[in-house]
């Protein structure tokens, strides 16, 4: 699961052997929680994989969501890894590379669900940046990446070789994120920050009303035309407002799935909006790649 909160109380995200007074975290949408895939077929405990997740410091938590690791065995019968949407773009890093020149690549925003079937053992290292905020980091719209796989060398250039060298020869847990976050936090320092762009201001309403929200309202809000919006989230993002709407309003409806705070599948889907019951169970199957009564057991 991926959990961002702004509350200081023990999360999930913790950094392994680093302890809370060492090592600050915190959420920069404390309104808004991602999800991922936990309905048995892709536990993230599996004997198979291990998927576990790390907070990151103070200082990078309103442009990283989470590190994260996925170490990976294939054997027979294994479901894979899945990922479902959840607005985010990911750097990742494969940690068993022999040469560090395609061990990292980023992946854009995706808007359906993705089965990861690795055929020999994986060990990767992944870094999630809030969508808004990942040009900074990235040096570049990821609108350029689409749903596609982009070699992090083609945006950073030999930056890219040396920091991932520095990754690959790491001893530790903690000095990987360390190594992580030196790299970014040189990035940020050397980057004159930008205005908040509409992209921006937009999805902070996104994220406040957990998606729940029509395009034209959106629009009302950041006081745009409808027209002006859709054109801002395609070039900075790479698809329409309507979509991001559509992520977030279902990673809301699955974090509430997850916490059982729900009296029922109706009464879920009226609260965040869904006012017909077989689109609420298409969009669910769409992202999650499931059907919902599998997930909740409910007939």
């Known amino acids: 699961m991926r959990f961002y909160r702004r509350k200081q109380k023990k999360s999930a995200l913790i950094p392994y052997g680093i302890t809370l007074d060492s090592y600050s975290y915190f959420w920069t949408h404390d309104k808004y929680i991602n999800e991922q895939a936990n309905d048995g077929s892709a536990d993230c405990c599996q004997a198979s994989h291990n998927f576990r997740e790390f907070a990151p410091s103070r200082r990078l938590a309103s442009h990283v969501?989470?590190?994260?690791?996925?170490?990976?065995?294939?054997?027979?019968?294994?479901?894979?890894?899945?990922?479902?949407?959840?607005?985010c773009v990911?750097?990742?890093v494969d940690l068993l590379a022999s040469s560090s020149r395609q061990a990292a690549y980023v992946v854009g925003l995706t808007t359906q669900v993705e089965v990861m079937n690795f055929t020999i053992a994986r060990s990767v290292w992944g870094i999630r940046l809030y969508s808004e905020s990942a040009r900074t980091i990235l040096k570049s719209p990821i609108s350029t990446l689409a749903a596609n796989r982009v070699f992090l060398e083609d945006?950073?250039?030999q930056e890219a070789l040396d920091w991932v060298e520095k990754l690959l020869t790491a001893q530790s847990l903690p000095d990987r994120i360390e190594v992580v976050e030196q790299q970014l936090g040189q990035i940020l320092a050397a980057t004159e920050a930008p205005a908040p762009t509409l992209v921006y201001q937009s999805m902070q309403y996104i994220y406040e009303v957990?998606?729940?929200?029509?395009?034209?309202?959106?629009?009302?809000k950041v006081n745009f035309?409808?027209?002006?919006?859709?054109?801002?989230?395609?070039?900075?993002?790479g698809l329409s407002p309507?979509?991001?709407?559509g992520i977030v309003r279902f990673q809301s409806v699955l974090e509430e799935l997850n916490s059982?705070?729900?009296?029922?599948?109706?009464?879920l889907a009226l609260q965040h909006g869904y006012y017909d019951q077989s689109?609420?169970?298409?969009?669910?199957?769409?992202?999650?790649?499931?059907?919902?009564?599998?997930?909740?057991?409910?007939?």
Do not use: C
């Not at 309507?242 to 709407?245: A, D, G, Q, V, W």
């Not at 689109?279 to 007939?299: D, I, M, N, S, W």
């Open 65 to 87: 969501a989470a590190y994260w690791t996925v170490d990976f065995l294939p054997v027979p019968g294994n479901p894979g890894h899945r990922v479902i949407p959840d607005g």
């Open 90 to 92: 990911d750097i990742t």
């Open 155 to 157: 945006l950073w250039g």
């Open 210 to 220: 957990k998606g729940n929200l029509s395009v034209t309202d959106l629009a009302d």
């Open 225 to 237: 035309s409808e027209r002006h919006l859709r054109r801002a989230f395609e070039l900075e993002l």
């Open 242 to 245: 309507k979509e991001m709407l």
């Open 260 to 267: 059982g705070d729900y009296f029922s599948l109706t009464d």
């Open 279 to 299: 689109h609420f169970a298409g969009v669910f199957k769409r992202y999650y790649g499931l059907p919902l009564k599998r997930l909740t057991k409910q007939e």
